[in-house]
Protein backbone atom coordinates (compact mmCIF):
# COMPACT_ATOMS: atom_id res chain seq x y z
CA UNK A 1 0.00 0.00 0.00
CA UNK A 2 1.54 3.12 -0.97
CA UNK A 3 2.21 5.20 2.34
CA UNK A 4 1.97 8.95 0.90
CA UNK A 5 0.33 9.33 -2.70
CA UNK A 6 -0.17 12.61 -5.21
CA UNK A 7 -2.10 13.33 -7.84
CA UNK A 8 -1.59 13.37 -10.88
CA UNK A 9 2.46 12.18 -11.17
CA UNK A 10 2.25 14.49 -14.62
CA UNK A 11 0.68 18.13 -15.19
CA UNK A 12 1.26 19.80 -17.86
CA UNK A 13 -0.47 22.77 -18.50
CA UNK A 14 -0.43 26.77 -19.80
CA UNK A 15 0.81 29.98 -18.48
CA UNK A 16 -2.09 31.61 -16.26
CA UNK A 17 -4.17 28.72 -16.08
CA UNK A 18 -5.34 27.29 -12.14
CA UNK A 19 -4.39 24.09 -11.15
CA UNK A 20 -4.25 21.46 -8.21
CA UNK A 21 -2.29 18.20 -6.83
CA UNK A 22 -3.66 16.40 -3.94
CA UNK A 23 -1.77 14.70 -1.92
CA UNK A 24 -2.86 11.64 0.67
CA UNK A 25 -1.26 9.69 3.44
CA UNK A 26 -2.66 6.63 5.07
CA UNK A 27 0.37 6.34 7.76
CA UNK A 28 -2.29 8.09 10.45
CA UNK A 29 0.77 11.33 10.99
CA UNK A 30 -0.61 14.02 11.89
CA UNK A 31 2.04 16.53 9.88
CA UNK A 32 2.30 16.60 6.36
CA UNK A 33 4.35 19.10 4.18
CA UNK A 34 4.47 20.49 0.28
CA UNK A 35 8.30 21.04 -1.16
CA UNK A 36 9.48 22.35 -4.05
CA UNK A 37 12.30 20.70 -6.27
CA UNK A 38 13.88 22.88 -9.32
CA UNK A 39 15.59 21.60 -12.40
CA UNK A 40 18.96 21.79 -10.18
CA UNK A 41 17.12 19.37 -7.34
CA UNK A 42 16.94 21.74 -4.69
CA UNK A 43 14.26 21.48 -2.53
CA UNK A 44 12.84 23.40 -0.69
CA UNK A 45 9.85 23.42 1.98
CA UNK A 46 6.72 25.62 1.22
CA UNK A 47 4.45 24.38 3.99
CA UNK A 48 3.48 22.57 6.60
CA UNK A 49 0.26 21.76 8.11
CA UNK A 50 0.32 19.85 11.23
CA UNK A 51 -3.10 18.22 12.11
CA UNK A 52 -5.09 20.61 9.49
CA UNK A 53 -3.98 24.19 10.69
CA UNK A 54 -0.96 25.81 8.99
CA UNK A 55 2.29 26.07 11.08
CA UNK A 56 5.22 26.53 8.46
CA UNK A 57 4.40 29.22 5.59
CA UNK A 58 7.83 29.86 3.90
CA UNK A 59 8.45 32.93 1.17
CA UNK A 60 5.81 31.95 -1.20
CA UNK A 61 3.82 33.52 -3.88
CA UNK A 62 0.29 33.99 -2.18
CA UNK A 63 -1.24 32.32 -5.62
CA UNK A 64 0.22 29.26 -3.60
CA UNK A 65 -2.83 27.77 -1.64
CA UNK A 66 -2.28 25.25 0.48
CA UNK A 67 -5.93 23.22 1.92
CA UNK A 68 -6.01 20.89 4.60
CA UNK A 69 -9.52 19.26 4.89
CA UNK A 70 -8.75 16.41 7.73
CA UNK A 71 -5.30 15.77 8.85
CA UNK A 72 -4.79 12.60 5.71
CA UNK A 73 -4.81 15.21 2.64
CA UNK A 74 -2.93 18.23 1.95
CA UNK A 75 -3.76 19.78 -1.29
CA UNK A 76 -1.79 22.67 -3.38
CA UNK A 77 -4.12 24.81 -5.40
CA UNK A 78 -2.09 26.99 -7.32
CA UNK A 79 -3.60 30.46 -10.04
CA UNK A 80 -2.29 31.97 -12.14
CA UNK A 81 1.05 29.86 -13.00
CA UNK A 82 3.95 30.97 -14.17
CA UNK A 83 6.77 29.45 -16.26
CA UNK A 84 8.98 29.76 -12.81
CA UNK A 85 6.21 27.73 -11.38
CA UNK A 86 7.63 24.69 -13.14
CA UNK A 87 9.18 21.76 -10.71
CA UNK A 88 8.44 18.44 -9.14
CA UNK A 89 5.98 19.16 -6.07
CA UNK A 90 6.57 16.53 -3.45
CA UNK A 91 4.48 15.63 -0.52
CA UNK A 92 5.70 14.36 2.48
CA UNK A 93 4.19 13.67 5.96
CA UNK A 94 5.97 12.93 10.08
CA UNK A 95 4.39 11.72 12.84
CA UNK A 96 4.08 15.09 14.21
CA UNK A 97 5.93 18.09 14.89
CA UNK A 98 8.99 16.59 16.50
CA UNK A 99 12.02 17.36 15.51
CA UNK A 100 13.38 13.86 15.72
CA UNK A 101 10.91 12.58 12.88
CA UNK A 102 12.21 11.92 9.87
CA UNK A 103 9.62 12.47 6.79
CA UNK A 104 8.31 10.03 4.06
CA UNK A 105 7.74 11.60 0.55
CA UNK A 106 5.16 11.03 -1.72
CA UNK A 107 6.16 9.75 -5.48
CA UNK A 108 6.24 13.75 -6.65
CA UNK A 109 4.06 15.49 -9.28
CA UNK A 110 6.06 16.91 -12.60
CA UNK A 111 4.58 20.39 -13.08
CA UNK A 112 5.77 21.67 -16.74
CA UNK A 113 4.30 25.73 -17.39
CA UNK A 114 4.49 26.51 -21.03
CA UNK B 1 21.02 31.25 2.16
CA UNK B 2 21.35 27.21 2.43
CA UNK B 3 22.29 25.17 5.47
CA UNK B 4 23.35 22.18 4.28
CA UNK B 5 25.97 22.06 1.40
CA UNK B 6 26.66 18.69 0.24
CA UNK B 7 30.35 17.75 -1.18
CA UNK B 8 30.96 16.09 -3.81
CA UNK B 9 27.94 17.58 -6.00
CA UNK B 10 28.98 14.39 -8.04
CA UNK B 11 30.48 11.07 -7.67
CA UNK B 12 31.44 8.04 -9.43
CA UNK B 13 32.96 4.49 -8.15
CA UNK B 14 32.92 1.05 -9.27
CA UNK B 15 30.52 -1.29 -7.31
CA UNK B 16 32.35 -2.70 -4.54
CA UNK B 17 33.98 0.56 -3.54
CA UNK B 18 32.92 2.57 -0.45
CA UNK B 19 31.58 5.83 -1.31
CA UNK B 20 32.02 9.02 1.27
CA UNK B 21 29.14 12.47 0.85
CA UNK B 22 29.84 15.00 2.89
CA UNK B 23 27.53 17.92 4.47
CA UNK B 24 28.29 21.20 5.89
CA UNK B 25 26.28 23.24 7.48
CA UNK B 26 25.81 26.67 9.12
CA UNK B 27 23.82 26.91 11.85
CA UNK B 28 23.28 25.15 15.56
CA UNK B 29 21.07 22.04 14.50
CA UNK B 30 19.01 19.29 16.59
CA UNK B 31 19.68 16.63 14.37
CA UNK B 32 20.75 15.71 10.81
CA UNK B 33 19.38 13.31 8.31
CA UNK B 34 19.87 11.70 4.89
CA UNK B 35 17.98 11.11 2.36
CA UNK B 36 18.08 9.05 -1.09
CA UNK B 37 16.09 9.64 -4.12
CA UNK B 38 16.32 7.18 -6.83
CA UNK B 39 15.54 9.28 -10.36
CA UNK B 40 12.07 10.18 -10.93
CA UNK B 41 10.77 9.10 -7.43
CA UNK B 42 10.51 10.79 -3.89
CA UNK B 43 12.92 10.91 -1.24
CA UNK B 44 13.40 8.18 1.35
CA UNK B 45 14.96 8.22 4.49
CA UNK B 46 17.92 6.40 5.54
CA UNK B 47 19.50 7.91 9.05
CA UNK B 48 19.06 10.17 11.45
CA UNK B 49 21.76 11.44 13.75
CA UNK B 50 21.39 13.52 16.60
CA UNK B 51 23.53 16.68 17.38
CA UNK B 52 25.12 14.72 20.63
CA UNK B 53 25.85 11.57 18.87
CA UNK B 54 28.91 11.32 17.06
CA UNK B 55 28.50 8.02 15.07
CA UNK B 56 25.94 6.00 13.80
CA UNK B 57 25.30 2.77 11.52
CA UNK B 58 22.54 1.29 9.53
CA UNK B 59 23.64 -1.57 7.50
CA UNK B 60 25.85 -0.42 4.90
CA UNK B 61 25.38 3.10 5.86
CA UNK B 62 27.66 5.03 8.20
CA UNK B 63 27.10 8.09 9.34
CA UNK B 64 29.11 10.73 11.49
CA UNK B 65 28.83 14.65 12.67
CA UNK B 66 31.41 16.65 13.92
CA UNK B 67 29.61 20.04 15.56
CA UNK B 68 32.88 21.54 15.91
CA UNK B 69 33.28 21.62 12.40
CA UNK B 70 29.59 21.28 11.44
CA UNK B 71 30.04 18.52 9.07
CA UNK B 72 28.59 15.24 8.53
CA UNK B 73 29.70 12.60 6.07
CA UNK B 74 27.59 9.13 5.10
CA UNK B 75 29.70 6.73 4.28
CA UNK B 76 28.27 3.33 2.20
CA UNK B 77 30.37 0.58 2.40
CA UNK B 78 30.39 -1.96 -0.65
CA UNK B 79 28.74 -0.25 -2.97
CA UNK B 80 25.76 -1.65 -5.82
CA UNK B 81 24.69 -0.86 -8.63
CA UNK B 82 21.05 -0.26 -6.52
CA UNK B 83 23.17 2.32 -4.69
CA UNK B 84 23.06 4.70 -7.44
CA UNK B 85 20.83 7.85 -6.72
CA UNK B 86 21.27 11.04 -5.52
CA UNK B 87 21.72 11.75 -1.60
CA UNK B 88 20.44 14.70 0.13
CA UNK B 89 21.38 15.74 3.87
CA UNK B 90 18.47 17.74 5.78
CA UNK B 91 19.34 19.55 8.98
CA UNK B 92 16.63 20.10 11.98
CA UNK B 93 16.93 23.19 13.86
CA UNK B 94 16.72 23.46 17.74
CA UNK B 95 13.09 24.99 18.14
CA UNK B 96 12.20 24.51 14.23
CA UNK B 97 9.51 22.10 14.77
CA UNK B 98 10.31 19.45 11.97
CA UNK B 99 10.85 21.60 9.63
CA UNK B 100 14.26 20.46 7.28
CA UNK B 101 16.24 22.16 5.34
CA UNK B 102 17.87 20.43 2.80
CA UNK B 103 20.82 20.83 0.93
CA UNK B 104 21.46 20.32 -3.00
CA UNK B 105 22.35 16.85 -3.19
CA UNK B 106 24.98 14.44 -4.27
CA UNK B 107 25.00 12.35 -7.13
CA UNK B 108 25.80 8.66 -6.88
CA UNK B 109 26.47 6.65 -10.19
CA UNK B 110 27.67 2.88 -8.81
CA UNK B 111 29.41 1.85 -12.28
CA UNK B 112 28.50 -2.34 -12.43
Known amino acids: DTAVSQTPKYLVTQMGNDKSIKCEQN?????MYWYKQDSKKFLKIMFS???????INETVPNRFSPKSPDKAHLNLHINSLELGDSAVYFC?????????????FGPGTRLTVT | SQQGEEDPQALSIQEGENATMNCSYK?????LQWYRQNSGRGLVHLIL?????REKHSGRLRVTLDTSKKSSSLLITASRAADTASYFC????????????FGKGITLSVRP
Open chain 2, 49 to 53: IRSNE
Open chain 2, 90 to 101: ATALTGANSKLT
Open chain 1, 92 to 104: ASSQDTGTYNEQY
Open chain 1, 27 to 31: LGHDT
Open chain 2, 27 to 31: TSINN
Open chain 1, 49 to 55: YNNKELI
